[in-house]
């Protein structure tokens, strides 16, 4: 009787136990409000108000997957393929300007040596958009490297067809900050090559037949190209 008595007393704090659970732990809902439980992890991009270049981005990139995109713009979104940009930016490194110390020790140099001329016109990089323009409309640029992003796309709209209809071969590149740094300036429009040295003149070769494949060639086909519009 003793035995059949604790069995059924066990048995009952089980079904005690399991109810409580239930009720007290497994089944409480959560209680979000002041001083309750801890608020879920929710997404609040859509919430965020974003600083006003991030809105101006989206709403332009939106704008011009939806409006048609006439061919004199559209043509900056035909950028140079990745390991031709590659071979381009490392030849033109070595053609990068002297920076403001450089030129500073050089005219100290040339002060102490009581030089009035430096010699030879060091070959570089030319840079400032309307420099570029004159060496192409005297056809003295080998090269010519346009930015993809200039903002206001105006600037340099006209710049392709100035290069097609004086013979020059250009190409147009990702990102004006890269061509900057080419010229220690914040960023550069457009930079071109005049001139190279005898042991760089097969890589120049091989650029200028690709770009004027890529570019002076498809003239036809560039100017019918319409973007957007999706």
Known sequence: VVSTQSTGSSGINAEYGKQWY?????????NFSIGGDIQPKRDLRRFVKWPKYV?????????????????SVNQF????????????????????????AEKKERLRSMAEAEKTESGKKPVVVKYGLNHVTGLIEKKKAQLVVIAHDVDP????????ALCRKMNVPYCIVKGKARLGQLVHKKTAAAVCLTAVKPEDKNALNNLISTVK???NDRFDEIRKTWGGGN
């Open 22 to 30: 239930q009720r007290r732990v497994r089944g409480r809902p959560k």
């Open 55 to 71: 809105r101006l981005q989206r709403q332009k990139k939106t704008l011009f997957q939806r409006l048609k995109v006439p061919p």
């Open 77 to 100: 979104t035909m950028t140079l393929d990745k390991s031709t940009a590659t071979s381009l930016f490392k030849l033109m490194r070595k053609y990068k300007p002297e920076t403001a």
């Open 153 to 160: 796309i105006e600037l340099v709209v006209w710049l392709p």
């Open 213 to 215: 494949t890529n570019y």
